[in-house]
């Protein structure tokens, strides 16, 4: 048995299900031959946590994982971008290693720098640039390049995608999508056999974000643009038609599996959080800025009374809250014996926030111990916040002077992450078939390993589906 596995980033269920999956031949197909379902992502629905999740079967809390970037340790707004090196769990491909098996895997988010293992890796939308080793073996690296017409024509992710021009933007990202098949065709022409072959589409989360509103009649921002009101769902049938040419150069005896790392949904408004708990006075400033900025730059300009601050966010989709506790924040000014109660305070305030127009908003609350599991918790956020539903986004910006806004200082979006992405997995055998229920993210790597016939590790969380 070998497993393919092409992921699509943000794919939403309710558009690859329903409202458009007549459009969608290649995966209607897979879908009626084998199991398909909605996938639950992990908490937040956020890519760089939750691609790890599916290839490891581990909650984010083991490897400390929340956004695209993480909060050094002993910092308020040091940053650093998530790595491979990271990821301390083992996930399938070096599990396969381990037993010589081959993988090859492309594209996959938090595999910059490549590791070294049995197969080829290609890594993704955190390259920094074409001169970067972006290849294992580094010799691939020429061959990746040549399939596209060399370095000046190699893509790595579309850039600057809230500020683009849409019609520019929708064009881009065609030829995104185009470039990333003739890598992963090459690669299935060339490199010999293989036991698992995983890449990762990302057109589809940046399409989402910028051109949501030109479908989405139910949209408060719909625009009407002959243009573009077809411009998203071109984008999954271009997926859709290149998946089934790709699929012909794949046995007939091969798994294929189908998946989305999260969904997303239409965004109304975003909670400007820091600006809401500045109203509660559990953020404090020494003076106000006179302009919208990030919370680093409030913090490196010495804006915040860190000393009398006992709670403070990040997120630019989800409200990711950090209580400022003594002995873990450099000026923590919450007390640990204080600890419970202030997040109760916290939680229960951003809980209860409303809409604009005062409208009762549907805010999900997960506190740390319940949506985390893992030696690396002590990193995640307190409070995890899904404003509405997750129709509602976050902005950590300070100086806006409101408790809503339409865009964060990186600009606007359409979408938010939604909670579910897709499943559909086609067994050789046909031992699983027809809609499945329950799926979360952790359950992909031990349903890999299940179809290779290969024991999941001992501690790992998800379960296989059959």
């Known amino acids: 048995m070998r497993v393919f596995v092409l992921g699509i980033d943000s794919a939403e269920p309710d558009l690859v299900f329903r409202e458009w ?6 995966i209607k197909s897979l879908r009626s031959e084998g199991a398909w379902g909605r996938i639950s992502s992990t908490i937040p629905p956020i890519t760089c946590p ?14 400390g994982l929340y956004d695209l970037r993480y909060r050094r340790p002993g910092t308020y707004t040091d940053f650093g971008i998530v790595n491979s090196r990271v990821i301390k769990v083992p996930r399938i491909w070096d599990i396969l290693s381990r037993r010589g098996l081959k993988s090859g895997v492309v594209f996959v988010p938090t595999t910059y720098p490549p590791s070294r293992i049995n197969g080829f890796m290609v890594s993704s939308f955190l390259t920094p640039t074409v001169e970067s ?12 390049l040549d399939a596209v017409g060399g370095p000046e024509n190699y893509i790595i992710d579309v850039y600057d995608y809230r500020r683009k021009d849409p019609k520019q933007l929708y064009e881009e990202l065609k030829r995104k999508t185009e470039h990333d098949f003739k890598v992963i065709r090459k690669l299935l022409k060339t490199q010999g056999e293989w036991d698992l072959f995983v890449a990762v589409i990302m057109t589809v989360d940046r399409a989402q974000h910028t051109l949501w509103k030109f ?13 573009l009101r077809d411009g998203l769902l071109d984008l999954y049938v271009q997926i859709d038609r290149e998946l089934e040419k790709t699929l012909e150069l794949i046995p007939k005896d091969t798994a294929v599996i189908v998946v989305s790392d999260h969904g997303a949904k239409r965004m109304f408004y975003r909670i400007n959080v820091n600006e809401a708990l500045m109203s509660e006075g559990f953020l404090k400033l020494k003076e106000k800025p006179k302009e919208p900025i990030g919370l680093a730059d409030a913090d490196k300009r010495g804006l915040i009374d860190w000393e009398h601050t006992q709670a403070f966010a990040l997120g630019a989709y989800i409200g990711q809250v950090f209580i400022n506790l003594e002995g873990r924040e450099p000026k923590g000014a ?11 305070e916290v ?9 604009p127009n005062g409208e009762k908003l549907d805010n999900r609350v997960f506190v740390r111990e319940e949506a985390y599991r893992g030696e690396n918790i002590d990193r995640m956020p307190d409070i995890t916040v899904y404003f509405d539903n997750l129709h509602y986004g976050a902005n950590e910006a300070l100086g806006l002077g409101s408790l809503y806004s339409l865009e964060t200082v990186k600009g606007p979006d359409d979408s938010n992450h939604g909670e579910y992405g897709i499943f559909v997995l086609r067994d050789p055998e046909g031992r699983v078939k027809g809609e499945i229920k329950g799926l979360k993210m952790e359950d992909l790597a031990p349903t890999i390993l299940k179809l290779l016939e290969i024991p999941a590790p001992s501690g790992i969380e998800g379960k296989s589906i059959f």
């Not at 999956?21 to 290649?26: F, H, N, R, T, Y």
């Open 21 to 26: 999956g007549e459009k969608l031949p290649a």
């Open 50 to 63: 939750a691609w790890p999740s599916a290839f490891s079967g581990f909650n984010p809390g083991h490897f």
């Open 133 to 144: 080793q972006f290849t294992h073996p580094p010799s691939l690296k020429k061959l990746v």
């Open 215 to 227: 479908f989405d009649r139910d949209h408060p921002r719909y625009v009407d643009d002959p243009e």
């Open 334 to 344: 919450v007390e640990k014996n204080e600890y419970i109660e202030v997040r109760k």
């Open 347 to 355: 939680a229960d305030f951003l809980k209860n926030i409303r809409g």
